[in-house]
């Protein structure tokens, strides 16, 4: 499959299978060959294998025009041919599935306290990863980072598959200079970023297409493309980094807005304790966290160190907890008045257990609320956790050459 360089595309296009006669459909002109491969790699994608006859039953195409796409799709090395299933009678059906080794691409996070360069499979894989921490991000840090680890997660690849890497997804804060008060970090350091094209430079660096989107919105885009279990076609994400972000996903498609930070939920306002109103960013963020335990004389660093276990005060630890359910309940009534959500997400950079017990929190705080005239939507665990928004990041350019295209939401570089 050939990648269109002019591809305007919607970089998570819902790629979810749809009733006969509605939503997305094959056409059997040849002209749009692109299009319906690019269609039946969203659904084997979604739905995980699938034979000829059930994709020329999703999308109207003939059984012949399917055959070429499969058959192409699979000389490409995009598609794994699976055992022959016999039935009763006619010939046997044939499942084809994803190639993990199909195509990679690399994710950038650029976070306030930390980077992480990621190497992702066409399955969402991570094949390595480097990680850089700092007390603050500028252009010249990551620039350096990125020159140094791209090098080393290229050579994890065997010679013959280098060539298959597709392009490098960045998911960052906008505006980071805006941001300095919060963080602690010179002006005169963060004005960099004013100036500086971090997606041109690491274009010319990397030698490949790079894509830049907003670090909630990318680790939201993660679940659409990544994600397991039930996705559903309507739901509010929240992700907790250092400053607690979000995505909106609508009918199966990421809502980015004309500037691209829709649903960027931190500036939501909530009550507080003291039932004065403030952003939720004050009371759901990893910053508040770590300046408590600061407070209380613990160190704060391990936040950014890992994810995966964190050695903390309960006293401490529960009280950011309660705090940032009660905020997060307040911030999904407010959505909830206004869109219809089958469901909210909340992942992020911590323990899963913690992750697990803030959604029961939340849930709980949720339902405390008067819920008089809305129809709750369901609160749940993301399903992709700390590395979320690496993966969102890679899913950019995945999407950008190989799903649906929908909308222009994505810079290209």
């Known amino acids: 499959?050939?990648?269109?360089?002019?591809?305007?595309?919607?970089?998570?296009?819902?790629?979810?299978?749809?009733?006969?006669?509605?939503?997305?459909?094959?056409?059997?002109?040849?002209?749009?060959?692109?299009?319906?491969?690019?269609?039946?790699?969203?659904?084997?994608?979604?739905?995980?294998?699938?034979?000829?006859?059930?994709?020329?039953?999703?999308?109207?195409?003939?059984?012949?025009?399917?055959?070429?796409?499969?058959?192409?799709?699979?000389?490409?090395?995009?598609?794994?041919?699976?055992?022959?299933?016999?039935?009763?009678?006619?010939?046997?059906?044939?499942?084809?599935?994803?190639?993990?080794?199909?195509?990679?691409?690399?994710?950038?996070?650029?976070?306030?306290?930390?980077?992480?360069?990621?190497l992702v499979d066409f399955l969402g894989r991570v094949r390595g990863a480097r990680r850089k921490i700092y007390r603050y991000p500028t252009p010249d840090a990551v620039v350096a980072f990125v020159r140094e680890a791209l090098p080393a997660l290229m050579a994890l690849l065997p010679r013959n598959q280098r060539d298959r890497v597709g392009g490098m997804g960045i998911a960052m804060p906008f505006q980071l200079w805006s941001w300095v008060q919060d963080i602690g970090a010179p002006q005169s350091e963060m004005d960099a970023w004013r100036d500086r094209d971090i997606q041109a430079e690491l274009a010319v660096l990397s030698g490949l297409p790079v894509?830049?989107?907003?670090?909630?919105?990318?680790?939201?885009?993660?679940?659409?493309?990544?994600?397991?279990?039930?996705?559903?076609?309507?739901?509010?994400?929240?992700?907790?980094?250092?400053?607690?972000?979000?995505?909106?996903?609508?009918?199966?498609?990421?809502?980015?807005?004309?500037?691209?930070?829709?649903?960027?939920?931190?500036?939501?306002?909530?009550?507080?304790?003291?039932?004065?109103?403030?952003?939720?960013?004050?009371?759901?963020?990893?910053?508040?966290?770590?300046?408590?335990?600061?407070?209380?004389?613990?160190?704060?660093?391990?936040?950014?160190?890992?994810?995966?276990?964190?050695?903390?005060?309960?006293?401490?630890?529960?009280?950011?907890?309660?705090?940032?359910?009660?905020?997060?309940?307040?911030?999904?009534?407010s959505a909830a008045t206004l869109l219809e959500m089958q469901a909210v997400l909340i992942d992020g950079w911590m323990p899963v257990a913690i992750r697990a017990e803030i959604v029961r929190r939340t849930d709980a705080a949720f339902h405390r609320l008067d819920l008089s005239g809305v129809e709750p939507p369901v609160i749940r665990e993301g399903t992709i956790g700390a590395e979320a928004r690496a993966l969102g990041a890679a899913a950019i350019p995945l999407s950008q050459r190989y799903l649906i295209d929908q909308n222009a939401a994505v810079r290209e570089g």
Request: hydrophobic share 40%; with cysteine; proline share 7%.
């Open 1 to 118: 499959m050939k990648p269109r360089s002019d591809s305007l595309a919607d970089p998570l296009a819902d790629p979810r299978p749809v009733p006969e006669g509605a939503g997305f459909r094959g056409s059997n002109q040849s002209g749009m060959r692109d299009w319906n491969e690019r269609l039946v790699l969203s659904l084997v994608r979604q739905n995980g294998a699938l034979a000829k006859s059930d994709i020329a039953r999703l999308t109207g195409l003939s059984a012949q025009t399917v055959s070429v796409i499969m058959r192409g799709l699979e000389q490409d090395g995009l598609l794994l041919r699976g055992e022959p299933i016999r039935g009763r009678i006619g010939q046997p059906s044939v499942p084809m599935s994803l190639d993990a080794d199909g195509a990679f691409f690399f994710g950038l996070k650029i976070g306030r306290r930390s980077a992480d360069l990621a």
């Open 211 to 333: 894509h830049v989107q907003n670090d909630a919105t990318a680790a939201c885009g993660a679940e659409l493309v990544f994600g397991s279990g039930d996705r559903p076609k309507d739901f509010l994400y929240f992700y907790f980094g250092y400053f607690i972000g979000g995505g909106l996903v609508l009918n199966g498609q990421l809502f980015t807005g004309q500037f691209g930070n829709a649903a960027g939920v931190g500036p939501m306002p909530v009550p507080g304790p003291d039932g004065r109103m403030r952003r939720l960013m004050t009371v759901a963020s990893l910053s508040v966290l770590a300046q408590a335990l600061d407070t209380a004389g613990v160190l704060s660093d391990q936040l950014w160190e890992t994810p995966d276990h964190w050695d903390l005060p309960a006293p401490v630890l529960d009280a950011w907890m309660t705090g940032a359910a009660e905020g997060l309940a307040s911030a999904i009534l």
